[in-house]
């Protein structure tokens, strides 16, 4: 009997090292126009802040955000080749929002973050657009019980060659503001740029690691026989 226990520990100890991590969790599908918002808008300097608030509902449930992903898979997002992103420094920020879908503040939209918020990432974007890119920065855990959620982008404003149209999203799970500095000047309901959110860059164990720990614990197993 005490080495069934031993060999299940061993089994599970070698599931949970081999498991992948949490999946990605996409919020809203390709069926609106595309937008060029923040990455690749021409003339935008009027505009550098877009807070988009995510429905809590739409999360399976709470999650350890790692990295953020943005698409243009056509016809109606369309990122046409050579098209290089907005010459900007962004800054991402995520936070449990403090406002129901609907309400978020356009007259202060530094209160529409929770008191979690938290630098994901800060830098430029180099480079062609591509069909489809993902940000890694730093993790954030998120609750949908707590509320829903605000991913926060300012940006230095400076225009690009031509447009690129991310696929945009028309339903209850995503909305929009945009504005300056800290006022909010164009809220849009039930849109917003479809976004997909994942655990970041894990470090996955090699087949050949995996396999010497392997090894190693049924050593211990055998190991522990003999003893007996």
Not at 32 to 52: I, K, Y
Not at 60 to 71: H, K, Y
Not at 164 to 187: K, M, W
Request: hydrophobic letters at 40%; proline letters at 6%.
């Amino acid at each position: 009997m005490r080495h069934s226990l031993f060999a299940a520990a061993v089994v599970a100890a070698f599931v949970s090292v081999s498991a992948p991590a949490q999946a990605q969790v996409t919020i809203g599908n390709n069926n609106a126009g595309g937008n060029c918002l923040p990455f690749s808008c021409v003339n935008v300097a009027a505009v550098n802040r877009q807070q988009l608030q995510y429905r809590a509902g739409a999360f399976p449930g709470a999650l350890t955000i790692g990295s953020i992903g943005f698409s243009c898979s056509g016809p109606l997002g369309d990122c046409p080749a050579n098209v290089p992103f907005a010459s900007s420094t962004f800054t991402l920020r995520l936070a449990t929002s403090t406002r129901a879908m609907g309400g978020l503040s356009s007259s202060s939209m530094d209160s529409n973050l929770g008191g979690d918020a938290q630098l994901f990432w800060t830098g430029t974007l180099s480079g062609n657009v591509p069909t489809s890119f993902t940000i890694n920065g730093a993790a954030f855990n998120y609750d949908p019980a707590l509320g829903n959620l605000i991913l926060d982008i300012t940006w230095t404003a400076a225009p690009s060659v031509v447009n690129s149209y991310f696929d945009a999203y028309v339903g209850p799970d995503i909305e929009r503001l945009l504005g300056t500095g800290n006022t909010g000047g164009q809220y849009t309901l039930r849109y917003g740029l479809v976004t997909t959110f994942g655990p970041g860059q894990t470090v996955v164990p090699e087949p050949g690691t995996i396999a010497l720990l392997g090894t190693g614990l049924v050593g211990l197993v055998v190991a522990a026989r003999r003893r007996k």
